[in-house]
């Protein structure tokens, strides 16, 4: 069964200070997403990735959230400044048709 | 615009019984339908597909069920266990590979 790795699982932060989150898709995948879950709210969409570069992203998805894939595994999320409802879980996807793959998630919590 | 969109945010099962989750659609470019179940702090798990050309799908106790016309498609669990209690979502792809996800429903099977 393919995986989809997230690292760290959980992190804590100060308000207005930088996190990066990260993500190991699926090698053959094509397409990469992030979501947020706010703890006992739904799923959003944050952006989705393709071929290097921002296909999609949400309102949530301002100029204080950036993507990239630096090295050709790792996709990441950058938080530049980080604002108190920013916490919720983090998770990435890895998506080759038709099939999706989440990661486990990061646990954002912002101080 | 919720192009997925699933009106019951929870519903209650007794054990046994069948538990029928609702998803509605508006977009019939939607090539795929996938449903996942995601625990608390965990990431969403692939359950069962259903392409576009097909109306019904069947894996063991899951069997999602496509009506285009209706633009309706419903995930049935028989019989519903207590550790089927969960949030499930829906979601859809486009050709485009543009993938779009339903706000869940929370499934309490009672035993």
């Known amino acids: 069964e393919p995986e989809v790795t997230q690292t760290p699982s959980h992190q804590v932060t100060q308000m207005g200070q930088e996190v990066i989150l990260r993500c190991v898709p699926i090698s053959n995948h094509l397409y990469f997403y992030w979501y947020r879950q706010i703890l006992g709210q739904k799923v959003e969409f944050l952006v989705s990735f393709y071929n290097n570069e921002i296909s999609e992203k949400s309102e949530i998805f301002d100029d204080q959230f950036s993507v990239e894939r630096p090295d050709g595994s790792n996709f990441t999320l950058k938080i530049r400044s980080t604002k108190l409802e920013d916490s919720a879980m983090y998770f990435c996807a890895s998506f080759r048709n038709p099939f999706v793959y989440f990661g486990p998630g990061t646990r954002l919590t912002v101080l | 615009d919720q192009q997925v969109k699933q009106n019951s945010p929870s519903l209650s099962v007794q054990e046994g019984r069948i538990s029928i989750l609702n998803c509605d659609y508006t977009?019939?470019?939607?090539?795929?339908f996938l449903w996942y179940k995601k625990y608390p702090a965990e990431g969403p798990t692939f359950l069962i597909s259903?392409?576009?050309?097909?109306d019904k799908n069947e894996d063991g106790r899951f069997t999602v069920f496509l009506n285009k016309s209706a633009k309706h498609l419903s995930l049935h669990i028989v019989p519903s266990q207590p550790g089927d209690s969960a949030v499930y979502f829906c979601?859809?792809?486009?050709?485009?590979?543009?993938?779009?996800f339903g706000t869940g429903t929370r499934l309490t099977v009672i035993p």
């Open positions: 977009n019939s470019m939607f090539d795929y």
């Open positions: 259903i392409s576009s050309i097909k």
């Open positions: 979601a859809a792809i486009t050709g485009a590979n543009n993938l779009f």
